[in-house]
């Protein structure tokens, strides 16, 4: 599938995947930040997307950088979108961490989106799960 990619600032890194077979495309930091202990950031990217209905654009974490205390806060772009796309991260960790310029930041993940219908209604099937909650499935 190819994807067309505007570039909305002159210094914005497009998005890129590394390696054969990835699936995430790298997103970059335009700018040196310094995000404290519980301190929140916009990374701006300077770049937007045009994709086909059907599919979804969904911002996920780095693993390097969630080792480091820091998570993203989600992010989900419809087909419709044409603004320029952004990651907010959230430090969970104790120390201060720095995003030089260029720093990957998030990566994106481009997947195919099933369009639903709800059916109101006042009776659900039985499964084997039920109701069970987090943890029913145990420890081991």
């Known amino acids: 599938?190819?994807?067309?990619?505007?570039?909305?600032?002159?210094?914005?890194?497009?998005?890129?995947?590394?390696?054969?077979?990835?699936?995430?495309?790298?997103?970059y930091s335009m700018e040196t930040v310094t995000i404290k202990p519980g301190e929140h950031c916009r990374f701006w990217h300077g770049f937007a997307l045009e994709f086909p209905e059907g599919y979804?654009?969904?911002?996920?974490?780095?693993?390097?950088?969630?080792?480091?205390?820091?998570?993203?806060?989600?992010?989900?772009?419809?087909?419709?979108?044409?603004?320029?796309?952004?990651?907010?991260?959230?430090?969970?960790?104790?120390?201060?961490?720095t995003f030089e310029e260029g720093d990957k930041v998030s990566q994106l993940v481009i997947v195919p989106i099933a369009i639903v219908e709800l059916e109101e209604t006042d009776k659900l099937s039985e499964s084997a799960r039920g109701e069970g909650k987090f943890g029913s499935t145990g420890r081991k």
Do not use: C, F, W
């Not at 909305?8 to 077979?21: F, I, Q, R, S, T």
């Open 56 to 97: 979804a654009a969904i911002i996920m974490d780095k693993s390097g950088i969630s080792k480091a205390g820091l998570k993203s806060m989600g992010g989900v772009y419809d087909a419709g979108y044409r603004g320029e796309y952004n990651t907010q991260l959230v430090n969970l960790s104790d120390e201060s961490y």
């Open 1 to 27: 599938m190819k994807i067309k990619v505007k570039k909305l600032k002159e210094n914005a890194k497009l998005p890129k995947y590394h390696h054969p077979g990835d699936v995430g495309m790298d997103l």
